[in-house]
C-alpha cells in the first residue's frame, strides 16, 4: 500500500509557499519496516503487482469507512526518489569512538571504509536482484568522495576494462579505496549537486576538493552544475544549523521538479536526509513518521514518492489518451437523460 501525506508547515524560521508536495513512505526498501494501522485521515490504495499507486490527502468525515473516501493525483505530477545515505566512512568509525574526532583534518572529505565497500556491493546486489537498477534514469550525488564512491558502486556498472569506449564512473583506487575502477557503461547518468550536501562547516570530513581534482577520480561524473572549482561553501568557524539545511534541502526538492527523469536515485547524507525528511509526516501515525525521518543507516535505501500539488513540475502526462479516435457520439447515460429531460420539460 501507498500513502501519501501533506507536508507540515510549521517548522521554526523556515517559510513554504504554495510550491508544497506531497510524500509517500517507502514501497521499496533495503530496510524492512512494519506496516502500520491505517489512520482515519489518510486514505489507502492496494497497489497492483510491481507498480505504486499515487493518491493524496483525503479529509474523511466522521463514521466514514477510510476505504471509501480514497483519493487520487494525476500520475505525471509524480516522481520517485529512491533515497540513499552514503556507506560507513573513516569519520562514522573514529566519530563513534570520540566525538572530538570530527574536528580532524585527517578526515578531510572522508572516503568509505573496507566495511563501507562491503556494504556498497551489498546494496548493489539489491538494487539489481528487485529490479531497481533497471528503472533508475538519473543518479544525483553529493560532491564527497563518500557519496560518490557510494553513488557510482551501487548504480554503476561492473568492473571497468581499458579499451571500453566509455569513461569509467570511477579510477581504481580513488580516494584511498583500493577499489577496482567502476564502468560506466548500462549506467544512468550521474550529476554531482551541492544541493545535498551534509552539514557546511566545521567538521573537515564534510569539506569537499577541488572539482577539478575530483573530474580525475570521477570521470563520467557530471560537474557542470558546480560553480565554483574550490570549497567556498564550506568554512572553519561555522558549523550550518539545522534549520538551515531543512531550507536547503525544501530547495533541493523543489529544484528535483525542474528535472524531466520521473525515478531519480539521490545519494546523500544522515542530516542532510533527517532534517529535510522531517518536514513530514508530522499528520499522521509515529510509526510512519518514523519510517519517513528516522536517521538513516549507513547505506540504507528507502524509495519515496513525491507529489506536485502546485504546477511547479508541469510536464504533460505520458501515458494519458484522449480519446474520441475517430470521433463519434459519446455522451454519457447519466448526462443524456438529464439532457433529454431538460428538452422535454422546454417542449
Known amino acids: 500500500m501507498t500513502i501519501l501525506f501533506l507536508s507540515n508547515y510549521n ?22 519496516y512494519p506496516t502500520p494501522p491505517p489512520l482515519k485521515r489518510f486514505s489507502l490504495i492496494r497497489d497492483p503487482p510491481n507498480r505504486f499507486s499515487v493518491i493524496c490527502f483525503s479529509s474523511v468525515p466522521d463514521g466514514m469507512d477510510t476505504a471509501a473516501s480514497t483519493s487520487l493525483y494525476p500520475f505525471h505530477r509524480s516522481k520517485t526518489i529512491h533515497l540513499v545515505r552514503h556507506a560507513q566512512g573513516i569519520h562514522n568509525v573514529e566519530g563513534e569512538k570520540n566525538h572530538d574526532a570530527y574536528l580532524s583534518y585527517d578526515l578531510f572529505d572522508a572516503h568509505l571504509t573496507p566495511l563501507g565497500w562491503q556494504q556498497v556491493s551489498n546494496l548493489h546486489k539489491h538494487v539489481h536482484e528487485t529490479g531497481l537498477a533497471k528503472k533508475i534514469e538519473l543518479v544525483i550525488t553529493s560532491p564527497l568522495l563518500r557519496t560518490m564512491q557510494t553513488a557510482v558502486g551501487v548504480f554503476g556498472g561492473e568492473g571497468y576494462a581499458d579499451g571500453i569506449d566509455a569513461p569509467p564512473l570511477m579510477v581504481a583506487n580513488a580516494g584511498n579505496s583500493n577499489h577496482a575502477a567502476i564502468s560506466s557503461l548500462n549506467s544512468p547518468p550521474f550529476i554531482a549537486v551541492e544541493l545535498c550536501r551534509e552539514h557546511l562547516g566545521v567538521h573537515p570530513c564534510d569539506k569537499r576538493r577541488s572539482i577539478t581534482e575530483y573530474k580525475s577520480l570521477f570521470p563520467a561524473i557530471d560537474f557542470s552544475l558546480i560553480e565554483s572549482n574550490d570549497d567556498i561553501l564550506w568554512t572553519a568557524d561555522v558549523r550550518e544549523a539545522n534549520e538551515e539545511v531543512a531550507k536547503r534541502g525544501m530547495k533541493f526538492v523543489n529544484w528535483l521538479w525542474t528535472r524531466k527523469e520521473k525515478e531519480i536515485a539521490v545519494v546523500t547524507h544522515s542530516g542532510f536526509l533527517y532534517h529535510t525528511l522531517s ?3 508530522n499528520d499522521c501515525h509515529p510509526s510512519i513518521k518514523s519510517e519517513i525521518c528516522t ?18 513540475g508541469s510536464d504533460a502526462p505520458t501515458t494519458n489518451y484522449p480519446g474520441k479516435i475517430p470521433s463519434g457520439l459519446d455522451l454519457p447515460s447519466d448526462v443524456a437523460a438529464e439532457k433529454h429531460l431538460k428538452q422535454g420539460a422546454s417542449q
Open 11 to 32: 517548522i521554526p524560521n523556515l517559510h513554504f509557499t504554495s510550491s508544497s508536495f506531497v510524500v509517500a513512505p517507502p514501497f521499496t526498501s533495503f530496510q524492512k
Open 279 to 281: 518536514a513530514f509526516g
Open 295 to 312: 536517521h538513516f543507516a549507513n547505506c540504507e535505501l528507502r524509495s519515496m514518492v513525491i507529489v506536485d500539488r502546485s504546477m511547479i
